[in-house]
Structure formats: structure tokens, C-alpha cells
């Protein structure tokens, strides 16, 4: 409010205090409590608000953004940031609303002395590095000091862009510049490199995050979903086996339930890779798995705000369509928490809270850019992609859900899986990575190795 650009045209404060009420803050008035903004926003033609309630839950503040939405007012949040300490704080903090604010989010409790337990002073590995998942990963894992962290990606350039914002973050004091950052451009695919790699840097922790993702690209290449998804991770699998690494951290998706595409089945291999790992090895392998997190690369979040960008339309394949959302940072952090849980063999999945319908998603996207949906930007329904589902589930009917520490974090039933017969199946998923092979075949080795999949036809 010091700020010389808006001093002028300050009218007041709202605050859900009613004592405060009538008293003035730097000269400007309490006009009254938050419950009556929408008096207040008609009476004095308000064209900005601030909402600076960093310790009020998020459901609070979705609820004042709706209820703000009804009129055509900016809309500026203080982020929830427990390191406010200076106006300047205050001034860097404050920024446009976003789809997770009107969405409403779960608070997040961690046990944060149990990750820095896991990871302090170890050297940890993050595959997938310049990804999404992955990127997020690391900027976490620094905030618990690991000795040295190697991150390796086949993205030159996401990964170099990782380097500069982490090097800037050492250089500002923001991480400790004692810990070793290391870069590799090197694909999980190539045994020998993450044989190399796992010698040179030995790690400790392994985050798995490296994957090809698009549902509708791996229908066409099948073979290449198998080739990296399920051999990339074997690869690593076995590396962390050789050099005795500690725990392994494969990131899952609520793709591999039931899979009805290519990229869901490798997912739910996988799956399967870890589970069989339980009692066998000295490492503890674990599967994290959880929905769609917002903004994530190639999502509708991005691909909503360039069609709106462009003036529209904004596609949605289905009305009906609905999809879990949490954000990166919440979804990652809930896998640090989940891997100081895990014995071995564990799959754990994520509570992603209530599905979020698409179509509403567009609607109120539409509406946060300043736009009246259908009247200045259209929403056209193009028709399920193949391999796509109208809902995701996160658990298979007999996996059934136990409660862990943390109330967002639970673990599926083991399932009994044979390591000889995923070993087998192994040899019989080598045939896909014949030249010779159709795709058609392909597909029916995914189906003779997870038998959950079935592909639409
Ligand atoms: N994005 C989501 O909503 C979401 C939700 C749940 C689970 N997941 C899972 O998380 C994982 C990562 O997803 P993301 O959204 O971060 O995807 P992303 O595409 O942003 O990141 C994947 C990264 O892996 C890298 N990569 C791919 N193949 C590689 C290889 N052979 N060697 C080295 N690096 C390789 C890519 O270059 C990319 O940087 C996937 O397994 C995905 O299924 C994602």
C-alpha cells in the first residue's frame, strides 16, 4: 500500500477481525470483515484487490476469487510464503492469481526431519532431470542439503536451463554452495553410461522421473515407449543393484491402472519391476503414484493458456471428461515424504482430493484470463484422443489402500509379483525391439506382460 502507484486510489482494508474493524492502517480505514466484499466492491466500484492473507487456507482464498469473479475487478494474491520478512518480501510476492488459486488446494504436512534424514549430506540422482516431475525434484532435494546431486536428462537445453537456475540460486545464497551440482546429458537407455555414472558419482538415492509421457505419440511408436520406459528403467534397476544404491524412487502415474494406451501399460510394468524387487535386493525400490499435476510440460494447463493466448477455441475432448490436479511442488513433495516411508516393494499413491471436470477447468480459465467463455472465446469438444479415458483411476480393485503418517500418502496392498516372471516376461518384451516386429505385435506383447491392459480397438 506505500507503493506511490496506488496510494491514491486506496480505499480500504477487509479483515475477518471484527475488532479491527473501523481502525485505520496507515491512514486507510478497516472498512469492514471479508464476508462483506461484495458490498464493498459495488459501493466503492472497486477495480482491484489484494488478497494478503499468506496464513489463510487455501479453500478460503478459492472461495473470496470466486466470489471476486463475479465482478470485473483485478485480482492479486501474497503468496502463502512463511519468508516474509520485509516489505521488499512483501512487494517481490505479490502476483496475479493462477488456475491452482481458483481450483483450492490441500494444505500439505510433511515431516520435513524425516526427508532431511534421507537426504542430507547423500549423493542423490535424479533421472528426468529437465522434466517437470523431475526439475521439481531437484529444487526440493537441495532445500535438504544432499552431499552432491546428479541430474541426468536427454534435453540439452531444459537440462541447461536447470544449471542456470539452480547456479543462480548457489551464487544468491538461496541453496548452500557447498553441494555438487553435476550434469549429465546421457539417456537411461544407454546401460553403459548409467553404469559409468552410478561409479563415478555413487548415488545413494535414485529419483526416477525419466519417461516418454505423451499418451497419443506412444500409441504410434509402441516399441519406443518399451524400449524407454521399460528397458531405461531396467537399466537403472540394475545399476542400483550393482552399486548397492539405498533407495529407489520410480515416479508413477494413475495411467498404469487399468491401462487402456501404450504409455499407461509401460507405466504399469513397471510398476511391476519394483514390486517384484521385494526381499530381494539390499536396495529399496518404491513406486510413487499419483494424477495429473497442474502445468506439468505438454498439459492442458499450458495448452489451455495458448489456445486463450490465441483468442481461442479452447479444445476439450469430452464435456464429461475429468482429471485429478495437484501441483508440482505438492505432488513432489509428497514423493520425498513418501520414500522415507518405504521398505522395499512398496507402491504408494497419492490422495489427489476431488477430480476436476476439464471443461470447468477451460471455463474458469477462460474467466481468469478476463473473457466470458463461449461469447469471446469458444470451447469446442474435438472427441476422446485414442487410448484416453473419460476418468482415471488411482488403484486397481485389489490392490485396496492402507494410511501411512501422512494423511495425503497411501500404500497399496502388495501384490505378489514374481521377479523370475517379470524377468521372463523381459525376454519376451526384447521381440518388440525387432526391426521386424509390427506394431500389432507389439501391442500384444504389452498385453501377454500386463494383463490389466486393454487396448481399445
Ligand atoms: N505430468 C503429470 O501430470 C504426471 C502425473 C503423474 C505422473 N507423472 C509421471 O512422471 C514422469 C515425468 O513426467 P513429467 O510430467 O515430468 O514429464 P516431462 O516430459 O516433463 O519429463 C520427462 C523428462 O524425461 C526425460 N527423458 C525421457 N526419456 C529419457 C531418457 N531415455 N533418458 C534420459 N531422460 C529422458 C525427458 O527429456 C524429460 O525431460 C512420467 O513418468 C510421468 O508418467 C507425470
Known amino acids: 500500500m506505500n507503493n506511490p502507484s496506488y496510494q491514491n486510489n486506496v480505499i480500504g482494508f477487509l479483515d475477518d477481525a471484527t475488532d479491527k474493524v473501523s481502525k485505520r492502517i496507515g491512514g486507510f480505514p478497516i472498512l469492514g470483515t471479508i464476508s462483506q466484499m461484495k458490498h464493498y466492491i459495488e459501493y466503492y466500484r472497486i477495480e482491484s484487490l489484494f488478497i494478503a492473507m499468506p496464513s489463510a487456507t487455501s479453500e478460503r482464498v478459492s472461495q473470496i476469487i470466486k466470489d471476486s469473479h463475479e465482478y470485473n475487478i483485478e485480482v492479486k494474491i501474497l503468496n502463502q510464503s512463511e519468508d516474509l520478512l520485509s516489505e521488499y518480501d512483501v512487494k517481490k510476492n505479490i502476483r496475479p492469481i493462477t488456475i491452482a488459486d481458483i481450483l483450492g488446494r490441500t494444505e500439505i504436512h510433511l515431516d520435513n526431519d524425516e526427508i532431511k534424514r534421507l537426504v542430507q549430506g547423500e549423493s542423490v540422482l535424479v533421472t528426468g532431470a529437465a522434466g517437470s516431475i523431475g526439475s521439481e525434484l531437484c529444487r526440493q532435494i537441495l532445500k535438504y542439503n544432499p552431499k552432491r546431486l546428479v541430474m541426468i536428462d536427454i534435453n540439452e537445453n531444459g537440462l541447461y536451463q536447470l544449471q542456470n537456475e539452480l547456479g543462480f540460486d548457489q551464487k544468491s545464497g538461496k541453496i548452500d554452495s557447498s553441494i555438487e551440482l553435476v550434469c549429465l546429458i546421457l ?13 563415478e558419482f555413487k548415488p545413494v538415492i535414485i529419483f526416477h522421473a525419466a519417461a516418454h509421457k505423451h499418451v497419443p505419440f506412444m500409441e504410434d511408436t509402441p516399441a519406443e515407449a518399451i524400449k524407454n520406459n521399460i528397458f531405461g528403467t531396467n537399466n537403472l534397476i540394475k545399476s542400483a543393484k550393482e552399486f548397492k544404491v539405498k533407495t529407489f524412487v520410480s515416479i508413477s502415474t494413475d495411467k498404469a491402472v487399468n491401462p487402456t494406451n501404450v504409455m499407461g501399460a509401460t507405466k504399469r510394468f513397471i510398476e511391476k519391476m519394483i514390486q517384484s524387487m521385494t526381499g530381494h535386493s539390499e536396495t529399496k525400490f518404491v513406486a510413487v503414484r499419483f494424477g495429473n499435476v497442474l502445468g506439468s510440460n ?33 505432488a513432489v513433495s509428497l514423493v520425498l515424504q513418501a520414500a522415507t516411508f518405504g521398505h522395499g516393494g512398496e507402491l504408494f499413491v497419492l490422495d489427489m482430493g476431488e477430480p476436476v471436470k476439464i471443461y470447468d477447468l477451460a471455463t474458469k480459465m477462460i474467466r481468469l484470463a478476463g473473457f466470458e467463455p463461449q461469447r469471446d472465446i469458444k470451447i469446442e469438444i474435438t472427441g476422446l484422443r485414442p487410448g484416453e479415458k473419460l476418468f482415471e483411476e488411482l488403484l486397481m480393485s485389489e490392490e485396496g489402500l492402507r494410511p501411512t503418517d501422512n494423511e495425503l500418502i497411501f500404500v497399496a496392498k502388495p501384490l505378489d509379483v514374481d521377479e523370475a ?25 504389452l498385453k501377454q506382460v500386463v494383463d490389466t491392459y486393454q487396448p481399445e480397438e
Open 187 to 199: 539417456s537411461i537407455c544407454d546401460k553403459h553410461e548409467i553404469n559409468k555414472a552410478f561409479r
Open 298 to 330: 505438454g498439459s492442458v494447463v499450458p495448452l489451455f493458456t495458448r489456445q486463450i493466448e490465441n483468442g481461442g477455441p479452447v479444445t476439450v475432448t469430452h464435456r464429461d471428461m475429468v482429471r485429478y490436479f495437484m501441483t508440482i511442488p505438492e
Open 421 to 445: 516372471e517379470v524377468q521372463s516376461d523381459l525376454e519376451l518384451l526384447k521381440k518388440s525391439l525387432d526391426k521386424e516386429t509390427t506394431r500389432s505385435e507389439v501391442i500384444e506383447l
